[in-house]
């Protein structure tokens, strides 16, 4: 297939290094510098240009284009390339908007073929997720709200800590599909001895994710006060979420002009005007009280040194935003709970939409060290009414989900596949491709 990316920021890499394995990649940008590291590091043709500009459109052969990905860090470029993809009769077009003003005027991007998404709308999801589950390091929702993926961590003086996988009992429709130890993430066998300290993946059923907890030795505890530093749209967009729930927020923000302005627009909310990397704004926000801290501003390194002194003066649990991925394996050894990439959330919600060769990229996970895809049985589905011992999946991949209808099923070998069933499988990178191969 022929993308066309709009925009080589963080999104736009993250996309194009991913597709052009087997994809034939054009990306538009008009960042002198982004272009030449997307020349040095890309499988790519680069153009320079603006996004929104007929003539470099043309150029980039916009007509020839499978699918177009406007990505760019402005919604207006992003707008406009789309609509005017749409009218050159482009199929799949997905444009990244931003700024939430922009969806009070449905009419200008409610084109059928033309799919929004929302970066604040998706983190403020994910941390709603997160807060509803607080035992789970990480939640992702697959197979539209059936099924529910679940990073559990295995902490000292748990009641499954040192046993093997065989010789525990997860409840009904619940399935441990992989373990990261050490920051390396393999799919276990039933031999697997869990150690303190290792983070299970889990796939399941929602409803009943609380016999988890009974499970891990984990006790949910209610969440009354959330401190939010950073008001920029992303924390503005979590704080409306929080309130919804009943949660008490407040936000602490540097900026005086932004701070008047989320007091303005959201009168139930206190707002600090402050620097969250200091301990005595912190203090006078109620981190000491807090049940969880969200760092949500533009600093990796500002979010993870606010989380530790909340977390130092009491708070309960702290996430933070981060956009370097040579930082996930820090904030996770350092103290910080959770940790959410804007950038990772963003690409993993459009890789989710393209269904290439029929599947569907959930999820990448932990920065591309594993992958969740989702396939539907069809009548030319290779695998269909095969036993899935006979099917050839690689040792590196495991079908953990089956949904059938409103049935799930956790497959065994002498699972057969019928028409209709939807398959969540995880996946290492080396195997998605065979991975693919087989359900294509």
Request: charged share 25%; net charge negative.
């Amino acid at each position: 297939m022929r993308i066309v990316i709009i925009g080589s920021g963080e999104v736009g890499t993250f996309l194009a290094s991913n597709l052009s394995d087997e994809h034939d990649i054009v990306i538009i940008e008009k960042d002198k510098h982004r272009i030449e590291y997307a020349k040095e590091h890309l499988d790519a043709l680069v153009i320079h240009g603006e996004g929104d500009n007929p003539n470099v459109l043309k150029q980039a052969e916009i007509e020839k284009a499978d699918i177009m990905l406007a990505v760019s860090g402005n919604d207006r470029t992003n707008i406009l390339a789309s609509i005017i993809s749409h009218t050159i009769g482009i199929e799949k077009i997905i444009a990244r908007i931003r700024d939430p003003d922009y969806f009070e005027y449905p009419q200008a991007i409610q084109i059928p073929q033309i799919t929004v998404v929302n970066s604040g709308m998706l983190v403020a999801e994910k941390i709603a997720n997160l807060i509803s589950t607080p035992f789970a390091w990480k939640t992702e929702t697959l197979a539209s709200g059936k099924i529910q993926m679940l990073k559990l961590r295995i902490e000292d003086n748990s009641p499954i800590e040192g046993k093997k996988l065989s010789e525990m009992d997860p409840p009904q429709a619940w399935i441990f599909v992989a373990i990261s130890r050490n920051g390396e993430i393999s799919i276990p066998t039933g031999d697997t001895r869990l150690k303190k300290g290792d983070y299970v993946f889990a796939l399941g059923i929602p409803s009943i994710s609380d016999k988890l907890e009974a499970l891990l030795g984990v006790k949910r505890e209610k969440v009354d006060l959330a401190i939010i530093s950073g008001g920029g749209r992303v924390g503005r967009r979590v704080a409306k979420t929080l309130l919804e729930s009943d949660i008490e927020v407040r936000v602490i923000e540097n900026d005086h002009e932004r701070a008047e302005i989320i007091a303005e627009e959201l009168p139930d909310v206190m707002v600090f005007d402050g620097d969250a990397t200091n301990k005595e704004i912190l203090k006078e926000a109620g981190a000491a009280s807090a049940d969880y801290y969200i760092a949500l501003t533009g600093n990796d390194e500002k979010n993870i040194l606010s989380a530790l002194l909340a977390k130092n003066l009491g708070t309960k649990r702290s996430t933070v935003l981060y956009t370097k991925p040579d930082y996930i394996d820090l904030i996770e050894s350092i103290g910080v709970d959770r940790a959410i990439s804007v950038r990772l959330s963003t690409a993993n919600e459009i890789l989710s939409m393209l269904h290439l060769k029929g599947v569907a990229h959930i999820a990448l996970i932990e920065e591309g060290k594993a992958e969740i895809l989702e396939f539907m049985i069809h009548e030319k589905t290779k695998i269909l009414g095969i036993p899935l011992h006979k099917a050839g999946f690689p040792k590196d991949s495991i079908v953990g989900i089956v949904v059938r209808g409103n049935e799930i099923i956790i497959p065994k070998g002498s699972y057969v596949s019928e028409i209709g069933d939807r398959l969540i499988i995880f996946s290492l990178p080396g195997a998605v491709k065979t991975v693919e191969n087989i359900l294509s």
